[in-house]
């Protein structure tokens, strides 16, 4: 049965996690950062050592490609990202691009003949330094000018990052391409959770990326003397705002499991030991893999939200904050991991991404799927982030036996 | 029965309310500011004007005085403030230095003998603008050079304020009187609450100014990824918190009436939508007319805090902030004010005084009482504080009543 080589991958993943290398045995790459730029540099120095085609497209997405005999052939895209959050670990995204290079280069070394076009792809900016999934929403074609005018890691810094990079923004707007001339998508990621360490289970395989809504509760009431105001006769806004605390978060657990709910931030005002809180604004986050889901839980919030405010003679003013729809992900891409899985003897089970993925982007547009290998304590975005190597070749492995299946299809 | 002169009473308020008056009808005249240092002159006027003997301390309090046959008689003090919070109200202070020198006028004009010298007094700083019953520590003997450190209005304002008045810091830590000197101390204030004014009853009789504690209670739990991280794997620091606020509030109101709780400010960190709380600070507050009381509460509450934080898997840590300790007043004063209502046909009911006033700090060297009149509305702090001229004159006629039942003992 044909399997990566283990030892090159295992010696990529270790070269790759020099550039950027922090003194906690961590990882700095930012998108576009001159650590990035240096990686960027290395995987087209990889794919020319080892014969194999290289392409930046105009959103910096990065392309190692093994050609189909056929010119007109379709291409399968298979890849994660090179870059890093701040300060982050030597796996996130790095295992992924590397596998699918290593996955490429058996295939090339084994001679065999796919009836697609092999495309390892590295996306620019997956972690949001600068805007986040920004080369496979350019990629994909749902990128738009109001995403570059004011990004989350600042305006100033992207600037400096196209720079850098030779690119633009009009190159970014026009990195669209066409779907027809694609096949099918897969990503290969370390979970960033624990639930396949804990089950003690090979591969995860993903089923849908989870969706995600953000919006501000703010609970009012008025400002009041807090000795001289008895207790029933406040209107406190923050009474309003830990009840819905309460009570949103055993809802969720109660009947949206695997749905999970999150209340990150929280102000009020006046905001003094003496004096009653007017205003208690909520920052609310939920997550669910299906929309029908995420439209119930949506509901169920809002009217919560409500019957509480009446409990606490409040009002309260509800602020749509962003959202982010599921992406269910292909079951024919599904199946051939399980399949691939399978035929490598290793345990899988299903289960939902509760982070976002490119996969979520290109889901839109092509047949895609991913699946993941555990993460050593759940522990990620952090120089403590680990997979052990048998977890790394497994994935990879899986990555290969995928790609062999679809190629049947 | 002897009263007070009503219409001179109306016409010195009205006076004084001109002295910092603003445009939205309310007074803004701040401890030692223009307008205060002018409030204060026009007080030294209206002494000289009707024969009553000035003083002014060193710590800046100003005393109108009666004084008795005895030069050796212990001295009866009656008072309260003429600063006012910026954009304050016209009756907040005002009314209780003006009912006392009314009162005084009054005795004088009926040539009655009292055994003790009557010391109308208003007190440097009750509202805090600079330190905080700054007058009434001084003349009691509880100001230590610490308190005029780091004062809560600011060390400049502090010294420009004591310039403007020919004030020093020296003169405010030497200005305690002797207790031996003093028979007793009484204060008329509006209620700035409600509890008369919904019982529709005339004086409130005070029979202790709550103590004040306050705390900050820090929850820590994990920052995590708000998706990955299962509900049921999460130290969420504010699920405790919003736990512990809801049960305090509803602990306090069944046990502890009347007794008040306040959480008026809240931090969370990292305080983001996407990361599950690590930490979540409360600025806790709570109330008590008695020490007892208080100590349980805290007792309580301390007990209630480890238990949350047990439930959600988090510690706590508690940090002392404040504690002002309880004040019950004196049983003979109350007994005096009691007598003086009813000798005037005025319905009364005891309560406790849920702010702070100068009256706590009298309580600790000499007997001392305060009684109320209804606020409309409870509005005070506010250009909209208004007390009826028929409360205004029932306060007035109790104070001088009260004066002449303790003259009796």
């Known amino acids: 049965m044909l399997t990566i080589n283990t030892e090159r991958l295992l010696r990529l993943l270790d070269n790759l996690a020099e550039i950027g290398a922090t003194a906690a045995g961590g990882v700095s790459r930012p998108a576009l950062s001159e ?9 087209k120095e990889q794919a020319e050592f080892y014969g194999l085609n290289y392409r930046e497209d105009s959103a910096g997405n990065l392309s190692v ?3 189909a005999e056929d010119a007109n052939a379709k291409t399968l895209l298979v890849g994660s990202h090179l870059d890093t959050v701040p300060n982050g670990g030597r796996y996130d995204g790095a295992l992924g691009v590397l596998a699918a290079f290593e996955a490429l280069l058996t295939l090339k070394e084994a001679y065999r003949k796919l009836p697609y076009h092999l495309e390892c792809i590295s996306f620019t900016d997956e972690e949001g330094t600068l805007v986040g999934l920004l080369g496979s929403s350019a990629l994909c074609g749902t990128l738009t000018a109001e995403d570059l005018t004011a990004p989350r890691g600042g305006r100033e810094r992207l600037l400096a990052g196209l720079k850098r990079a030779n690119l633009t923004e009009e190159g970014l707007l026009n990195a669209h391409r066409d779907p027809a001339t694609l096949a099918a998508f897969l990503e290969l990621h370390i979970e960033q959770g624990t639930r396949l360490e804990e089950a003690n289970i090979d591969i995860g395989v993903v089923t849908s990326i989870v969706g995600i809504r953000s919006y501000w509760i703010e609970y009012l009431g008025d400002a009041a003397h807090a000795g001289t105001t008895p207790m029933d006769k406040r209107a406190d806004a923050f009474w309003g705002a830990a009840a819905f605390t309460q009570q949103a978060r055993d809802m969720v657990m109660e009947r949206f499991y695997p749905g999970v709910i999150n209340i990150g931030a929280v ?13 208690a604004r909520l920052a609310l986050e939920f997550r669910h893999g299906s929309e029908t889901e995420l439209n119930a839980m949506w509901a169920e919030l809002q009217s919560l939200a409500r019957d509480i405010a009446q409990v606490y003679n409040l009002s309260v003013q509800i602020t749509h904050s962003g959202s982010i729809p599921a992406a269910p992900l292909n079951d024919g ?5 399980e399949h691939a899985a399978d035929t490598l003897g290793l345990s899988h089970t299903r289960l939902m991404s509760f982070a976002g993925h490119d996969t979520q982007n290109l889901s839109r547009i092509t047949p895609a799927a991913m699946l993941f290998v555990p993460s050593v304590g759940g522990i990620s975005h952090n120089p403590r982030e680990y997979t052990r190597a048998r977890d790394v070749v497994n994935g990879a492995n899986v990555v290969l036996h995928t790609l062999l299946k679809l190629a049947q299809a």
Chains 1, 2 share one sequence.
């Open 35 to 43: 650590a990035d730029m240096k990686a960027r540099a290395w995987l």
């Open 65 to 67: 490609i093994l050609p």
């Open 267 to 279: 102000e009020l005002a006046p905001g003094a030991f003496n004096i009653v809180p007017a205003r």
């Open 333 to 337: 891409v599904i199946a051939a991991i």
